[in-house]
């Protein structure tokens, strides 16, 4: 049985920074991908960060690119998005994934098998 857990969400404040955690089990990292997606009130569900087969084959959305940093710990099964300057805008539920997503479907929520039930991030201004 594949189990996704996020934890690390909170409050802050403009500027600063957060780091989520996704602990998974059931489920291999090697070979396949693993992302974060986030939806806020309102709105779908969008690609955030994705990384691939090994810890250097990363991917970000523009909106995240330079503030966000997706990474993981094998010995833990653990992904990890630390997340510095945060901006109101980036308020949402972040969502963790699992799948086989390949190179041209990582960014959307179907390339994605498993999900972990979510953790609220809300940056205040």
């Known amino acids: 049985q594949v189990q996704l857990v996020e934890s690390g969400g909170g409050l802050v404040l403009a500027g600063d920074s957060l780091t989520l955690s996704c602990a998974v089990s059931?489920?291999?990292?090697?070979?396949?991908?693993l992302g974060w997606f986030r939806q806020a009130p309102g709105k779908e569900r969008e690609f955030v960060a994705a990384?691939?087969?090994?810890?250097?084959?990363?991917h970000y959305s523009d909106s995240v690119k330079g503030r966000f940093t997706v990474s993981r710990d094998l010995a833990k099964n653990t992904m990890y998005l630390q997340m510095n300057s945060l901006k109101p805008e980036d308020t949402a539920v972040y969502y963790c994934?699992?799948?086989?997503?390949?190179?041209?479907?990582?960014?959307?929520?179907?390339?994605?098998?498993?999900w972990g039930q979510g953790t609220q991030v809300t940056v205040s201004s």
């Open positions: 994934a699992a799948g086989h997503a390949i190179l041209s479907t990582m960014t959307s929520a179907g390339g994605y098998r498993y």
């Open positions: 990384i691939r087969r090994s810890a250097s084959n990363t």
């Open positions: 059931g489920f291999s990292f090697n070979g396949n991908t």
